[in-house]
């Protein structure tokens, strides 16, 4: 299996290759023919790496020693479960992942790309296609998962405990299929560049591939902010590590140009922007990837043993002054079909949002790399914590959502302030009434009330939209309100779809804002039958367990959770101690509700049967991992797509004829 995977690998680096100059070359010479084969060899690389996926898997599966990763990255007594985590562990295999995606998602996009972009198509399938021949290249070179050992090893070193958790099924694959995702809409605006085509030919297909990516990446940060609040044991879901911001910065630049494209799709403007847009998202996106595999600051997430990171770095490079460089050439041919009318319109609060998330991207990118730009200038590594992203990018965030609720309710074009003061009225009302019933009920923190007052101002504005539109067409069709808010949303899936991604990023503020201003901790060394009391909790300790396993030492913990004198529920957390990794690994117990989490995870296991226990309540983190489902069905119900019906009568057969024009 590795010997065939292994010439995949090199038969799929071969057709990329030809892929895109015969793409290029097809297209400059006018040979269909060319450009034909060239399409054909693109869709062959996918089932070129679909082999060499299938044999790496098999390799795990079989636990062949011989191959050189798979004896890095598993053992004799890993689960056959975790054969797909094994998979992207290390370099090699996200490498192999990372490439495989992005051939099945260029095979898509060339396929389902609109008709009026053809003629720029065989432009797009190379850049894709470059991108994809960088990445084979590198993996066949430089990191070949199918590498052989001189000695085949009687067991291998193991996967690291820390991804033997069920959220790193989804964490890593979708952030990289994120990160890479992003490729496609920067491709589909430099084939249209490239071509000359530099109006409008290229939105629809932006749109729909840079909403998947953002789905990608958000899904992805909200899975590992999940998996660090459950297994890293210090009860917290974000570190502002350099890695977690590398994926973080361009889901903030691809959320301004989702919000951008939209502008140009509707009235033709924001085209120079939009390209701009796309290529800071494709240059950060590159940047994560650069940090994942061995950059010179230091994270708990990357490849601390790569050599890699010279080669990204350097891909880095063409990737961002490259694009900029076909921007700066078509510039003069990217002149928007509208101006601004005035800045009191939707247009103009879509502006002042994408500005106020690339303030967001940028100050991440600066406390990322300060780290070393100290190093390189003062011989000294001064390294960025938390407080300096939440006292700059926390009012820079809040101001973000206040954005989020006015930009839907203020019409395109033109407001007038009558308009204006009677759609934001009801919001506004909402907002001040919240923060007035918080403050009166003893709450004082200034950020806290904000961010809820916030909350309630967009959910209001977005709740009184489809009550609005409901009632409307209730009058009209007489359907009960069921039906027709159904069918209000069925109706204009883009915008009503955007609604409920808008929802799930109030679930989110609420999460943090409950859990970083209210959360209360207490560390704690209890022997068994002991208890203490926090929040009105009481956690009684009744005993551990400790098994021997044949690669770790488990320790199963149980409490008991008590209130008013009731037993609320019966919890057990493990700490499992791995000797070969001199790692140890915890799963927290957690009593999770709508109001407050309570958290019980152990840090230490004594000698004498005691157990240090850290214990939490975090009020409302339960609506951050509420968000994620509802911000996937938000953007499920955006990308479907509208079906267009032409109805012809019998009566009147010519009645969507067009009219005759004078000649």
Request: hydrophobic share 50%.
């Amino acid at each position: 299996m590795a010997d065939l995977g292994a010439i995949s690998l090199w038969i799929a680096l071969a057709l990329t290759a030809y892929s895109t100059i015969g793409s290029v070359a097809g297209k400059l010479r006018s040979s269909p023919a060319l450009m034909e084969s060239a399409q054909s060899a693109m869709y062959a690389t996918v089932l070129a790496l679909l082999v060499a996926t299938f044999s790496l898997v098999i390799a795990f599966i079989t636990r062949d020693f011989e191959v050189a990763y798979v004896a890095a990255h598993s053992d004799l007594a890993m689960a056959d479960r975790f054969t797909w985590v094994a998979f992207y562990a290390g370099n090699e295999g996200s490498l192999l992942y990372i490439a495989t995606t992005l051939s099945i998602m260029a095979a898509l996009a060339v396929w389902r790309a609109p008709e009026r972009f053809r003629d720029s198509l065989p432009y797009t399938t190379a850049v894709m296609m470059l991108v994809l021949t960088f990445f084979l290249a590198v993996t066949a070179v430089m990191a070949n998962p199918f590498d052989k050992l001189p000695f085949v090893p009687a067991d291998g070193e193991g996967i690291n405990p820390l991804l033997t958790h069920f959220g790193m099924f989804f964490h890593p694959p979708a952030l990289m299929a994120g990160l890479i995702g992003i490729t496609v809409p920067f491709a589909f605006a430099i084939g249209g560049l490239l071509d000359g085509k530099t109006a409008d030919e290229w939105v629809d297909a932006g749109r729909v591939w840079g909403i998947i990516a953002w789905v990608l990446l958000a899904s992805g940060l909200l899975l590992g902010s999940w998996w660090a609040y459950t297994i890293l044991g210090w009860g917290g879901f974000w570190f502002w590590d350099p890695v977690e911001n590398a994926a973080f910065m361009p889901w903030l630049a691809l959320t301004a140009f989702i919000h951008s494209i939209m502008v140009q799709k509707r009235r033709g403007m924001f085209r120079m922007w939009n390209i701009v847009l796309i290529n800071v998202s494709f240059g950060l996106a590159l940047y994560g990837m650069f940090m994942n595999r061995g950059g010179s600051i230091p994270s708990v997430h990357s490849f601390g043993e790569s050599t890699l990171g010279w080669v990204f770095l350097l891909f880095l490079a063409v990737g961002v002054i490259v694009p900029f460089m076909i921007f700066i050439w078509r510039y003069p041919l990217l002149k928007s079909a509208q101006n601004l009318d005035s800045m009191l319109s939707r247009e103009a609060a879509f502006l002042v949002n994408n500005l106020l998330l690339l303030a967001i991207a940028f100050v991440t990118l600066w406390g990322t790399v300060y780290p070393l730009i100290s190093r390189l200038t003062n011989d000294e590594e001064i390294t960025v914590a938390r407080p300096f992203y939440d006292q700059v990018n926390g009012p820079l965030m809040l101001a973000l959502v206040f954005l989020m609720g006015i930009g839907p309710l203020i019409p395109w074009r033109r407001a007038g302030l009558a308009s204006v003061r009677r759609s934001l009225l009801p919001p506004i009302v909402g907002g001040l009434a919240t923060v007035g019933i918080l403050a009166a009920l003893g709450l004082h923190k200034n950020y806290a009330l904000i961010g809820f007052g916030l909350s309630a101002f967009v959910t209001t504005g977005i709740l009184m939209e489809w009550y609005r539109g409901t009632s409307s067409r209730r009058r009209n069709s007489g359907e009960n309100y069921g039906t027709a808010f159904l069918r209000l949303i069925w109706a204009n899936r883009p915008r009503y779809g955007g609604y409920i991604v808008h929802l799930s990023v109030v679930m989110v503020t609420l999460g943090i804002v409950g859990a970083s201003f209210f959360n209360t901790q207490l560390d704690v060394v209890m022997a068994p039958g002991d208890r203490v009391t926090i929040e009105g909790y009481e956690v009684v300790y009744l005993g551990s367990i400790e098994t021997p396993r044949s690669n770790r030492t488990e320790y199963i913990s149980t409490v008991q959770v008590f209130r008013d004198g009731a037993l609320l529920e019966t919890l057990r957390t493990n700490r499992d101690f791995y000797p070969n990794f001199n790692m140890a690994s915890t799963r927290a117990a957690i009593r999770s509700t709508p109001v407050e989490d309570l958290y019980v995870v152990p840090s230490e296991n004594l000698a004498d049967g005691n157990v240090g226990f850290r214990i939490l309540v975090n009020p409302l983190i339960w609506w951050m991992w509420v968000a994620g489902p509802v911000m996937v069905l938000g953007t499920v119900i955006a990308l479907w797509p509208q079906t267009v019906r032409s109805r012809v009568t019998a009566a009147n057969p010519t009645r969507l004829a067009p009219r005759p024009t004078a000649a």
